[in-house]
């Protein structure tokens, strides 16, 4: 068995060891250069910077703006007026009357598409509606680029108008549709529980 270190050291106390001259100095001196050694810097700085390109990856790799799905269950919300980058005109730039008519057209397109209430029985129907709508969209896009291109004229402002109140109306026949659908659901259910 071991023995006791306090009887250990009793027994050394008569047996001095002398450390060699200059060994407290030497001591520091490695001391000083363990602290300003720059390979132990590097060594440490190696695996940060190796993590940290590692999380920037998966984060790119994991998080990609362009891919989000919006859900279906989310109503859809059309743009007021597509981003460009040169100087564009819409019905808004050519008269304060025609500015009013246009974000009236658009707030209650929106409106309309923000109340629509999608379930598992009318999401064909609705599909459908909405491919329509952005085959309407996709021509109101076109006839404004008429409008910059060849300048305005009561044919492309009228034809832009139009298209609006198109959008509009179908939105509403959508909208007494699915009414229609679930009124009709409620009437089967009622008679069904008599």
């Known amino acids: 068995m071991g023995r006791d270190l306090r009887e250990l050291l009793k027994e050394d106390t008569g047996s001095k060891k002398q450390m060699r001259e200059g060994h407290e ?3 520091l001196e490695k001391l000083d250069l363990a602290q300003k050694s720059p390979a132990q810097g590097r060594k440490f700085w190696w695996p940060v910077a190796a993590s940290v390109v ?5 984060g790119i790799l994991f998080f990609p703006m362009e891919d989000r799905v919006v859900s279906e269950e989310q109503p859809v919300v059309l743009e007021e007026q597509p981003v460009q980058t040169n100087q564009a005109i819409s019905l808004g730039d050519l008269s304060p009357d025609l500015e009013k008519l246009e974000n009236f057209y658009l707030a209650s397109i929106n409106m309309e598409l923000a109340e629509l209430e999608i379930s598992e029985e009318n999401q064909v129907m609705v599909s459908e509606y909405m491919d329509r709508l952005a085959t309407l ?4 896009k076109e006839l404004q680029k008429e409008l910059n291109e060849l300048g305005p004229n009561d044919q492309t402002i009228e034809a832009l108008i139009y298209n609006l109140q198109m959008r509009l109306d179908l939105l509403y026949k959508l909208r007494d549709k699915i009414n229609y659908l679930k009124s009709s659901k409620n009437e089967t259910v009622t008679s069904h529980s008599i």
């Open 25 to 27: 100095e030497r001591f």
């Open 54 to 58: 590692v999380l920037l990856g998966l």
């Open 137 to 140: 969209n996709d021509a109101y």
